[in-house]
């Protein structure tokens, strides 16, 4: 990792407690808030990828916005938006061949959905509320959304550690926010992985929130990347609003993955915006509403500065950006409301079993029955 | 053929596939050099290597969790949980993962693994080693779970069981492991999963059990006939799926039945097989439908109490005789 410039930790308890000081590293900044790179800093993105990430991000967040209106109109049902954790997201997932490596998801990680190839007609038929959006289609590495907290976490270890056993080629990513560490799947897959050097990244999203809770009520330890050290792991804390430091320490653990040196956890820092999900109430656990909290931390706004400085965005293509991805929404929620039509009830029964038993076959017939009206 | 015990015949099972497919994989706590505390990995480590009999650490929620993303990756895990009891640390995993990963992937990920566990009583373990709690995952869908009762069925459906596209929970019992003694054939063949098999044919009255219940239901078979009763007995041998048909056609023909299972009786898998019973040969029925259990009680951590919690003969006996005079 020596490509990787880390910062001597904070000396104060107030530091430690947002940075670490448990012997995790933490990663010098690159693309700092104001939109410039940090002193001595390079950009480690080529001008392709600096156009991909940001047209991902933007494109990520007009979803978002359509998602929680849509869902204010009834459209779909409870959704749960990435709007402020794009640099984390995006930035992790274009460190990853989406043709062999896998993502093994949370539940908030849309720009890494959009990078790894899902449809968005599929987004829209999952949150309308039909089976067909779970299943992802052939060629998307991706597993379904987790509803389970941390359950995801043994899955991504396995996965990984399988495709090391038959010499696949292939890195796993699990996605994981901060209030999901606190349960005991995380340390059991940490520990897991830990022993078997499987190729797989612990990306955790921390947004400082699990729904009313906050960080520091999560766990007392300095962070949650000093978990990491109970398990012989390295471990590194970035800012996630940071897209190019993100990318640059996703690259380098994904790379380690690789190699054979085993799993990375990294903490990816970074603020939840909006609400939990669309049936959350921030202002009754929190002061600072969702306008304040993207003026002081927007990823978006940082990485649009600093592209537009370099003249690889403005704002004839933002707008055109801004259209088609209208377009794009518009015709994927077409696609999934006609979708969402074909609704049978022989389809609570597909795919239960390969094979199902009598008695399964017998219910099916008769629900069928009933409803053939 | 071969006489081998209940252990000897699952350890056959699992060399006979890992031979036939290097695509499976063992992995649990203590498998390897030691051989599993039941010695039913004995051998395995030294003929297929570390990385195909792996000893993890203790912690069954990844153990399946594990098995889960293995499974995905195109491996075919077959994870040991050390006993029963210590499932529930994983049930979450076995029960909203494992069971439904082919179901919430719409079929694009699937989890062809095999979980084993011995379970059940009367071997002075201590406590959470010996419940029998097969009637909690027999209510999870889309998982299978089977309970063989003899040498021959453990080894053909654990080979059937590893086959299997979906995930299936494979039950030893624990006493059973070296008292069940029977003929086995040397090589490869399976038993299918979800048939009941007749241990014994009869026309008086039925005994239903599975798994360390059924040489007890056949010793009290005994008992009554040589007071002139016959009595037909029936090893379940899957609890998923219910072999619905082999239960209706014989209790059709005897008019009783009784059900015996370690477990405790209230809400218990004797009362899915006396339901099961009532829909379909109510009206064949000459007496109410018996079910032998143990109390509604912890199982006993102290070897002084686990002679009264088990089903015995006494209690058999008693609910037969019920059923017969009714």
């Given at each position: 990792m020596e490509t990787i410039k880390t910062e001597s930790p904070p000396d104060t308890l107030a530091d430690k407690q947002r940075f670490g000081g448990h012997g995790e590293n933490i990663v010098a900044p690159i693309l700092q808030a104001d939109g410039t790179l940090a002193a001595g800093a390079e950009c480690p993105m080529d001008d392709d990828q600096v156009q991909e990430v940001l047209s991902l991000m933007i494109r990520s967040r007009l979803i978002d916005e359509r998602g929680v209106s849509y869902q204010r109109q009834g459209r779909i049902g409870t959704f749960s938006e990435n709007r402020g954790q794009e640099g984390a997201s995006a930035g992790s997932a274009m460190a990853l061949n989406a043709e062999t490596d896998w993502v093994v998801q949370s539940y908030r990680e849309l720009p890494v959905l959009l990078r790894q190839g899902m449809p968005l007609e599929q987004y829209w038929t999952l949150f309308i509320g039909h089976p067909d959006g779970w299943g992802f289609p052939e060629g998307v590495n991706v597993w379904p959304l987790q509803i389970e907290l941390g359950a995801q976490m043994p899955h991504a270890v396995g996965m990984a550690w399988g495709f090391k056993r038959q010499q696949r080629p292939g890195v796993v990513v699990g996605y994981i926010g901060d209030g999901a560490t606190s349960e005991g799947d995380f340390y059991e897959a940490g520990n897991l992985a830990g022993v078997t050097k499987a190729p797989v990244v612990f990306f955790v999203q921390n947004n400082g929130w699990a729904i009313s809770t906050p960080r520091e009520r999560q766990t007392a330890a300095s962070s949650i990347a000093a978990k990491a050290a109970g398990w012989g792991m390295p471990s590194y804390i970035v800012d996630g609003n940071d897209v190019f430091a993100v990318y640059s320490v996703m690259r380098e653990a994904v790379a380690r993955a690789r190699n054979g040196e085993g799993a990375t956890l990294i903490e990816a820092q970074t603020y939840r915006v909006g609400a939990h999900n669309t049936s959350d109430a921030p202002s009754r656990y929190r002061t600072e509403d969702g306008a304040d909290a993207i003026a002081r931390t927007d990823p978006l706004v940082r990485l649009r500065t600093y592209a537009t400085s370099l003249g690889l965005w403005d704002a004839d293509r933002d707008a055109a950006l801004t259209e088609s991805t209208y377009i794009e929404i518009d015709e994927a929620f077409k696609v999934a409301h006609e979708r969402a039509k074909v609704r049978t009830p022989s389809m609570l029964f597909d795919h239960v079993y390969a094979d199902p038993p009598a008695r399964t076959i017998r219910q099916r017939e008769t629900i069928e029955k009933e409803f053939d009206q | 053929m071969t006489t081998l015990t209940m252990v000897e015949a699952v350890r056959s099972a699992l060399m006979t596939e890992m031979e036939r497919d290097d695509r499976v994989m063992v992995l649990g706590e203590d498998v390897g050099k030691l051989g599993g505390v039941y010695r039913a990995t004995e051998g395995l480590i030294e003929r297929f290597g570390p990385d195909r009999v792996f000893d993890t650490p203790i912690a069954e929620a990844s153990i399946i969790g594990a098995s889960v993303g293995l499974a995905a990756s195109g491996v075919i895990p077959v994870a040991e949980l050390q006993f029963l009891g210590f499932g529930h640390l994983a049930f979450h995993q076995v029960a909203h993962q494992l069971a439904r990963l082919r179901y919430r992937s719409r079929g694009k990920l699937t989890a062809p693994v095999t979980i084993r566990a011995p379970f059940g009583g009367g071997v002075r373990a201590l406590e959470?080693?010996?419940?029998?709690?097969?009637?909690?995952?027999?209510?999870?869908?889309?998982?299978?779970?089977?309970?063989?009762?003899?040498?021959?069925?453990?080894?053909?459906?654990?080979?059937?069981?590893?086959?299997?596209?979906?995930?299936?929970?494979?039950?030893?019992?624990?006493?059973?492991?070296?008292?069940?003694?029977?003929?086995?054939?040397?090589?490869?063949?399976?038993?299918?999963?979800?048939?009941?098999?007749?241990?014994?044919?009869?026309?008086?009255?039925?005994?239903?059990?599975?798994?360390?219940?059924?040489?007890?239901?056949?010793?009290?078979?005994?008992?009554?006939?040589?007071?002139?009763?016959?009595?037909?007995?029936?090893?379940?041998?899957?609890?998923?799926?219910?072999?619905?048909?082999?239960?209706?056609?014989?209790?059709?023909?005897?008019?009783?039945?009784?059900?015996?299972?370690?477990?405790?009786?209230?809400?218990?898998?004797?009362?899915?097989?006396?339901?099961?019973?009532?829909?379909?040969?109510?009206?064949?029925?000459?007496?109410?439908?018996?079910?032998?259990?143990?109390?509604?009680?912890?199982?006993?951590?102290?070897?002084?109490?686990?002679?009264?919690?088990?089903?015995?003969?006494?209690?058999?006996?008693?609910?037969?005789?019920?059923?017969?005079?009714?």
């Open positions: - | 959470i080693h010996s419940d029998a709690y097969e009637s909690m995952y027999a209510n999870v869908p889309g998982l299978k779970v089977v309970a063989p009762a003899t040498a021959h069925d453990a080894k053909g459906m654990l080979l059937a069981s590893i086959r299997d596209e979906d995930p299936v929970l494979f039950l030893e019992p624990l006493r059973g492991y070296r008292l069940i003694k029977d003929e086995v054939p040397d090589g490869d063949y399976t038993v299918e999963l979800g048939k009941a098999r007749i241990a014994r044919e009869g026309n008086d009255i039925t005994l239903i059990a599975w798994s360390g219940m059924v040489p007890q239901a056949e010793r009290a078979a005994d008992t009554l006939a040589s007071e002139g009763i016959s009595a037909e007995v029936i090893d379940l041998r899957s609890i998923t799926p219910l072999d619905v048909d082999t239960l209706a056609t014989s209790v059709a023909k005897t008019g009783r039945a009784v059900i015996i299972q370690e477990g405790p009786l209230s809400s218990g898998f004797a009362a899915e097989v006396a339901t099961t019973i009532a829909e379909e040969v109510f009206y064949s029925l000459e007496a109410p439908v018996q079910r032998v259990a143990g109390p509604d009680t912890p199982y006993p951590f102290a070897a002084a109490l686990e002679d009264f919690y088990l089903p015995g003969q006494s209690r058999i006996l008693g609910a037969a005789r019920k059923a017969l005079s009714a």
